[in-house]
């Protein structure tokens, strides 16, 4: 029940949501005592009775209306106080999760995903407690005043109540189960699929630009659009029927009223007595309708909130990444693949079929081979971007499965193909990865990462702020300024991702020479397009369809005749073409 199930987020604030919903219904009970006091004041002035007990009845009524406002208020308040506290512990137990997510996690997700799931949906919980909860407690307590009405007052008026009360009830149910009652979670899906596609969208805005393409170009956008559409047009067509007729009954009270008390007056012995009854449905008609009316909202809201808290807990409660292993990082940074096999989540073709290789501590080994054949992957499972399907991953002799991953990411540094700056000055963008670093290992990495020249560019020099006032940097020199970065951050495995592709000759020239002062007495690992950057590594495993076909120095491989010398030979006969 999802009651139970987002009160377990709230700790020790369940029972102010328990006490609200009793506070709740009290009100909703309270409610119907001023109906009784003013169906009595007619009766006794019908009757010609003392009008000191009009008065009685008259301060019954105001005092009780208060009571029920004063209940009601206090309910909502306790509500809010437990909703805001399970939103609060939602939010920063789904954050918390995503902060100790491997990076696979949101190559898996976007953005625009992982904020909608956690952001809306933690809202939509919220909301629920506040409001909805209460009020649907205190629709609990109408079927109990009908049948008091019915046993006090005439059973013949309860009954023509009962009539249009059973067909609204009966239309809920079409509304709301069946097939529909999957549709919430399907409306949700596609929204969230919409907002996705929608953030992606934005960002391929330049390249609509430049290619002159239309929304069309983004099929994947156009069609989740056209999918919610025909969802909510298909529901809003199956709720057409129940729904007017819903509304129909709600507004219907008096008519069936009216027309058993017709009947009810030609027969009756004592015809003010009927009438009497009648002014009592007539005033509790209202009611009815408004808590039937609430009825069918808060059923829509639990619904809504059931699915938001499902939606959480598929990150709070996502299993695949638990966290177990140990904060000692091996002295020893030897890595070792041991028949390692691996296939994206979601795909059934391995993209890394039966690896094994080993790179000592301190060598420097790269991976080459053609485009699509499993280079980045291989880098990704030594960072535990994603966990290996089968076969072992060893550093130091002890498996990565049983390092924590802020530990590995401590002992790795990482510099892909095209590093991310973030919103901030140059100098926390360098020493992000060891903020407490003395200002001469600054110094010493720019002048490795030859970024002197990047900052002296700069207004404020390395306290410029990147991103703000057209500071920006091209491609190549925040791969220097992450060169910075990894110098900074000292760690005993390097890893670059085609660190220097896109870059131009200069950039090259002088990343090269960073990645070669950097990687001094550290396990570096390379990937590379461009030969020339990996003649030098002690050891070069060339890659093919996942497979490793052939390892060893440069000399070895071009000796050998093989797949490494065919390339190698195409890589010289395109460079002498350039020059
Ligand atoms: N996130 C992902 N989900 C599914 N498949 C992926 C994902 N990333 C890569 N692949 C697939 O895995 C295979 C290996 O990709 P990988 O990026 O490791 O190759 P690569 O050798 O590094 O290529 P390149 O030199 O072009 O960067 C490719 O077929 C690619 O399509």
Same mark, same amino acid.
């Given at each position: 029940m999802i009651n139970s199930g987002l009160l377990k987020y709230s700790g020790k604030y369940k029972y102010l949501t328990v006490l609200s919903c009793v506070l709740s219904i009290l009100s909703a009970a309270i409610s119907i005592v001023p109906l009784v006091c003013i169906y009595q004041i007619i009766r006794l002035y019908v009757e010609n009775l003392s009008t000191k007990s009009i008065m009685h009845y008259g301060e019954i009524a105001v005092i009780s209306s208060v009571l029920g406002i004063a209940l009601y208020f206090v309910a909502l308040s306790l509500a809010h106080i437990s909703a805001f506290r399970v939103a609060k512990n939602l939010k920063s137990q789904a954050i918390n999760k995503v902060i100790d997510m491997p990076l696979g996690f949101f190559e898996m997700r976007s953005t625009g995903e992982i904020r909608k799931i956690i952001d809306e949906n933690t809202i939509l919980t919220e909301d629920f407690l506040a409001h909805k909860l209460p009020d649907f407690a205190a629709t609990a307590i109408m079927p109990l005043i009908i049948v008091i009405s019915f046993f006090f007052f005439d059973w013949r008026l309860g009954a023509a109540c009962f009539i249009p009360l059973i067909i609204s009830v009966i239309c809920i149910k079409m509304m709301?189960?069946?097939?529909?009652?999957f549709m919430m979670g399907k409306i949700m899906t596609l929204q969230e699929q919409m907002n996705k596609e929608a953030v992606e969208y934005v960002r391929g805005i330049p390249i609509i630009k430049v290619f002159q393409q239309t929304v069309f170009s983004f099929k994947k956008f156009h069609n989740t659009i056209m999918s919610y559409r025909d969802l909510v047009t298909g529901y809003a067509k199956a709720c057409r029927m129940p729904k007017t007729i819903f509304g129909v009954m709600l507004n219907s009270f008096f008519v069936f009223l009216i027309a058993v008390a017709v009947v009810l007056f030609n027969s009756a012995s004592d015809p003010i007595a009927v009438f009497l009854d009648l002014i009592f449905f007539i005033l509790l008609s209202p009611l009815i309708s408004t808590t039937m009316m609430r009825l069918m909202m808060t059923g829509e809201n639990l619904i809504q909130a059931k699915e938001a808290l499902n939606r959480i807990e598929t990150i709070i409660c996502d299993d695949s990444y638990i966290e177990n292993g140990s904060d000692e990082f091996p002295e020893n940074t030897e890595i070792v693949f041991s028949d390692v096999c691996f296939s994206y989540p979601e795909q059934e073709k391995n993209v890394i079929e039966h690896v094994s290789f080993e790179i000592s501590k301190n060598q420097k080994v790269a991976f080459v081979g053609l485009s699509g054949s499993g280079k980045s992957t291989i880098l990704s499972l030594i960072g535990k971007f994603f966990k290996a399907n089968s076969g072992t991953i060893t550093i130091g002799s002890k498996n !990565?499965?049983? !390092?924590r991953n802020s530990e590995l990411m401590k002992n790795i540094s990482f510099v892909f193909q095209d590093s991310k700056l973030f919103n901030g000055t140059l100098l926390e963008n360098i020493r992000v990865g060891n903020p407490d670093v003395p200002l001469e290992k600054i110094d010493e990495a720019i002048k490795i990462a030859q970024c002197q020249s990047i900052i002296d560019k700069l207004p404020n020099g390395i306290n410029s702020i990147y991103g703000s006032k057209g500071i920006f940097l091209s491609g190549g020199e925040r791969q220097r300024i992450a060169l910075a970065r990894a110098f900074v951050k000292d760690s005993p495995i390097i890893v670059f991702d085609e660190a220097t592709s896109g870059c131009d000759a200069e950039n090259e020239f002088y990343i090269n020479k960073a990645i070669t002062e950097i990687s001094k007495n550290k396990t570096v690992i390379l990937v590379a397009h461009r030969l020339n950057t990996v003649i030098d590594a002690d050891k070069i495993i060339v890659m093919e369809k996942g497979k490793i076909v052939e390892q060893g120095t440069h000399n070895d491989l071009v000796e050998n005749n093989g797949a490494y010398a065919n390339m190698w030979k195409q890589y010289q006969s395109a460079s002498d073409w350039r020059l």
């Amino acid at each position: 029940m999802i009651n139970s199930g987002l009160l377990k987020y709230s700790g020790k604030y369940k029972y102010l949501t328990v006490l609200s919903c009793v506070l709740s219904i009290l009100s909703a009970a309270i409610s119907i005592v001023p109906l009784v006091c003013i169906y009595q004041i007619i009766r006794l002035y019908v009757e010609n009775l003392s009008t000191k007990s009009i008065m009685h009845y008259g301060e019954i009524a105001v005092i009780s209306s208060v009571l029920g406002i004063a209940l009601y208020f206090v309910a909502l308040s306790l509500a809010h106080i437990s909703a805001f506290r399970v939103a609060k512990n939602l939010k920063s137990q789904a954050i918390n999760k995503v902060i100790d997510m491997p990076l696979g996690f949101f190559e898996m997700r976007s953005t625009g995903e992982i904020r909608k799931i956690i952001d809306e949906n933690t809202i939509l919980t919220e909301d629920f407690l506040a409001h909805k909860l209460p009020d649907f407690a205190a629709t609990a307590i109408m079927p109990l005043i009908i049948v008091i009405s019915f046993f006090f007052f005439d059973w013949r008026l309860g009954a023509a109540c009962f009539i249009p009360l059973i067909i609204s009830v009966i239309c809920i149910k079409m509304m709301m189960g069946g097939e529909n009652k999957f549709m919430m979670g399907k409306i949700m899906t596609l929204q969230e699929q919409m907002n996705k596609e929608a953030v992606e969208y934005v960002r391929g805005i330049p390249i609509i630009k430049v290619f002159q393409q239309t929304v069309f170009s983004f099929k994947k956008f156009h069609n989740t659009i056209m999918s919610y559409r025909d969802l909510v047009t298909g529901y809003a067509k199956a709720c057409r029927m129940p729904k007017t007729i819903f509304g129909v009954m709600l507004n219907s009270f008096f008519v069936f009223l009216i027309a058993v008390a017709v009947v009810l007056f030609n027969s009756a012995s004592d015809p003010i007595a009927v009438f009497l009854d009648l002014i009592f449905f007539i005033l509790l008609s209202p009611l009815i309708s408004t808590t039937m009316m609430r009825l069918m909202m808060t059923g829509e809201n639990l619904i809504q909130a059931k699915e938001a808290l499902n939606r959480i807990e598929t990150i709070i409660c996502d299993d695949s990444y638990i966290e177990n292993g140990s904060d000692e990082f091996p002295e020893n940074t030897e890595i070792v693949f041991s028949d390692v096999c691996f296939s994206y989540p979601e795909q059934e073709k391995n993209v890394i079929e039966h690896v094994s290789f080993e790179i000592s501590k301190n060598q420097k080994v790269a991976f080459v081979g053609l485009s699509g054949s499993g280079k980045s992957t291989i880098l990704s499972l030594i960072g535990k971007f994603f966990k290996a399907n089968s076969g072992t991953i060893t550093i130091g002799s002890k498996n !990565i499965n049983e !390092i924590r991953n802020s530990e590995l990411m401590k002992n790795i540094s990482f510099v892909f193909q095209d590093s991310k700056l973030f919103n901030g000055t140059l100098l926390e963008n360098i020493r992000v990865g060891n903020p407490d670093v003395p200002l001469e290992k600054i110094d010493e990495a720019i002048k490795i990462a030859q970024c002197q020249s990047i900052i002296d560019k700069l207004p404020n020099g390395i306290n410029s702020i990147y991103g703000s006032k057209g500071i920006f940097l091209s491609g190549g020199e925040r791969q220097r300024i992450a060169l910075a970065r990894a110098f900074v951050k000292d760690s005993p495995i390097i890893v670059f991702d085609e660190a220097t592709s896109g870059c131009d000759a200069e950039n090259e020239f002088y990343i090269n020479k960073a990645i070669t002062e950097i990687s001094k007495n550290k396990t570096v690992i390379l990937v590379a397009h461009r030969l020339n950057t990996v003649i030098d590594a002690d050891k070069i495993i060339v890659m093919e369809k996942g497979k490793i076909v052939e390892q060893g120095t440069h000399n070895d491989l071009v000796e050998n005749n093989g797949a490494y010398a065919n390339m190698w030979k195409q890589y010289q006969s395109a460079s002498d073409w350039r020059l």
